[in-house]
């Protein structure tokens, strides 16, 4: 079973850091590309972050500068450090997974308020 388990949100004042883990299992990790989505309640599903196999990253450009994604391929999991926080990062962020198959994680909140 492919399981994309998300971990480390919470609630955090406007600039503050958070750091998201993604673990992964079921899956031959090193060949995915792994991205970050966030969703607000009733807002469209974004892009903010994603990595493929050779190390390769792209960032929303509202995230740009602010964030950084990386992965550890011998511990199966990638990684969203996200410092100067602002309100409108408020959301679910899950943890995604492609090859030649789709997955999703089942989100973690992050809350940024004063």
């Known amino acids: 079973q492919v399981q994309l388990v998300e971990s480390g949100g919470g609630l955090v004042q406007p600039g503050g850091s958070l750091r998201l883990s993604c673990a992964a299992s079921?899956?031959?990790?090193?060949?995915?590309?792994m991205k970050w989505y966030r969703q607000a309640p009733g807002k469209e599903r974004e892009l903010v972050a994603g990595?493929?196999?050779?190390?390769?990253?792209n960032y929303a450009d509202s995230v740009t500068g602010r964030f950084t994604i990386s992965r550890d391929n011998a511990k199966n999991t990638v990684y969203l450090r996200m410092n100067s926080l602002k309100p409108e990062d408020t959301a679910g962020y899950y943890c995604?997974?492609?090859?030649?198959?789709?997955?999703w994680g089942k989100g973690t909140l992050v809350t940024v308020s004063s």
């Open positions: 990595i493929i196999p050779s190390g390769r990253t």
């Open positions: 995604n997974a492609h090859s030649t198959e789709d997955y």
């Open positions: 079921g899956l031959i990790f090193r060949i995915n590309t």
